[in-house]
């Protein structure tokens, strides 16, 4: 299961976005590999796709796709080197595979911020610089211990140290790795060291509902983030950890009702959940039945035989062929027969691209 690590500096709402989060909690039974690590919580994806599926088989177990999300030590300015838990820390992100950043955007005296004012884009740079100087003393010592073998004309050691200047150059020049212009072989090359400057991130602002938000002040703080986001085409949300916090205690029907009642504009929890797995570059394919519907997620572009692995290895070891249909036809039709009557239904074979929103059956 792939994981995103939750970041950013003390007191900035990130143990409250997390607390949120394990209210979408999955079922453990469902998930046997599931942690019992209390900062990691195994969360369910939003997706109506799945409950109408669900509802048009009659199913009797609905199994929803998952992300796992770990609640990562307050970082703080010199972590690279040691400073507070920043071995810990920096450990702790490599082992993800995505990193959200929460940076503050609303003003409280009451809640105090660790600079003692609230600058977002100082926030980020402190957090980045941090992620940076850590790669980039990891990518100094792979080049240095690279030159023995080098000397002694090792093809594979030159060829890494020439993929390692690329992104030693963006990291002093302070950007994060993720802006050199790998190839996907040069990617293959580097991917052993885990660089946590290469890893997508999701920015998200916390906000306070009905309280002093930058964002609603026509704050230049404000505009300098928007151009920064811009200009690094980077992914983003505006966030009230606090109000989704509170609102895992409440039913159902009442949670929107009290998000109007405060005002303001923000994402939701299943916002934040749904980009999270879009940043891990994730699609979703389903199969359904009377005994269950179950989504099931694979990396985008996977072949049928590497989708039908999610299920079960002798899936993609044993795979013959697959009926194939997206799921909104399948409703459309109200049956599977009405389906293949229709020639809806297609047969792929094992050079197929699995799309979003497919529903699968499989041939082994």
């Not at 080049?143 to 992104?167: R, S």
Request: glycine share 6%; aromatic share 6%.
């Amino acid at each position: 299961m792939l994981s995103i690590g939750i970041v950013g500096l003390p007191n900035v709402g990130k143990s409250t976005l997390f607390n949120a989060l394990t209210e979408k909690a999955v079922a453990a039974e469902n998930y046997p590999f599931c942690t019992i690590d209390p900062a990691v919580g195994v969360v369910s994806v939003p997706d109506i796709r799945l409950d109408k599926l669900s509802e048009f088989s009659n199913s009797a177990k609905t199994v929803p796709a998952a992300i796992e999300f770990v609640d990562i030590a307050g970082l703080v300015k010199g972590a690279h080197s040691g400073e507070g838990l920043g071995n810990k820390f920096l450990a702790n992100i490599r082992e993800t595979d995505a990193i959200i950043e929460i940076v503050r955007i609303f003003e409280d005296d009451n809640v105090v911020h660790v600079n003692g004012k609230i600058d977002p884009m100082s926030d980020i740079e402190v957090i980045n610089l941090e992620l940076i100087m850590a790669d980039f003393q990891t990518v100094s010592k792979r080049i240095a211990n690279l030159e023995k073998d080098i000397k002694k004309g090792d093809k594979k050691a030159t060829a890494e140290k020439l993929v390692l200047e690329k992104i030693e150059k963006a990291l002093d020049d302070g950007q994060l790795a993720s802006v050199a212009e790998l190839s996907a072989d040069e990617n293959k090359i580097i991917r052993g060291l885990h660089l946590l400057t290469m890893k997508p991130i999701l920015y998200a602002f916390n906000k306070k509902m009905g309280g002093k938000n930058l964002d609603e002040t026509d704050n230049p703080k404000w505009e300098k983030v928007l151009k920064f986001l811009r200009e690094t085409n980077s992914k983003w949300i505006k966030i009230d950890t606090q109000v989704e916090h509170e609102l895992k205690d409440l039913p159902k029907d009442e949670q929107e009702e009290y998000k109007q009642t405060l005002g303001g504009s923000c994402d939701d929890i299943d916002v934040l959940i749904r980009k999270s797995y879009e940043l891990l570059n994730l699609i979703t394919y389903f199969t359904t039945g009377e005994d269950e519907s179950r989504a099931w997620t694979v990396k985008r572009n996977s072949t049928a035989p590497q989708a039908g692995r999610a299920i079960h290895n002798d899936f993609k070891d044993k795979f013959i062929k697959a009926d194939i249909i997206n799921w909104e036809e399948l409703l459309k039709v109200g049956s599977r027969a009405v389906a293949r009557e229709k020639g809806l239904i297609r047969t792929e074979g094992k050079e197929y691209i699995v799309q979003d929103g497919d529903v699968i059956e499989f041939k082994i």
